[in-house]
């Protein structure tokens, strides 16, 4: 499995982006599709990560309410919708993808590349 993220940039203090993860290869009913971000000076955390097969949905605390994961198997590509952000969501957000994994990073084995999402007070 091959991941491509995209969609990052500056954005101000309350506004919104969303990011994209086009996954290539085979994509298994039984895989996790998940984001994680990593701030600078800071270990790399949980976002957000989806089920690929029921659609469901697990969110860190401190994104509820304001990130939105979704995903279509149409186009192999997950989604991240990012609202009301602040700017400690700065960091650099990874999509990530493996079998039966969740919110610890180290039960996924495929990871992109990383996008940039800087966001100013």
């Known amino acids: 499995v091959q991941l491509q993220a995209s969609g990052g940039g500056l954005v101000q203090a309350g506004g919104s982006l969303r990011l994209s993860c086009a996954a290539s290869g085979r994509i298994f009913s039984s895989h996790t599709m998940g984001w994680f971000r990593q701030a600078p000076g800071k270990e790399r955390e949980f976002v957000a990560y989806i089920t690929w097969s029921y659609g469901r949905s697990d969110y860190a605390d401190s994104v509820k309410g304001r990130f939105t994961i979704s995903k279509s198997s149409a186009e192999n590509t997950v989604y991240l919708q990012m609202n009301s952000l602040k700017s400690e969501d700065t960091a650099v957000y990874y999509c990530?993808?493996?079998?039966?994994?969740?919110?610890?990073?180290?039960?996924?084995?495929?990871w992109g590349q990383g996008t940039l999402v800087t966001v100013s007070s």
């Open positions: 990530a993808a493996d079998r039966t994994a969740g919110s610890r990073d180290y039960e996924y084995d495929y």
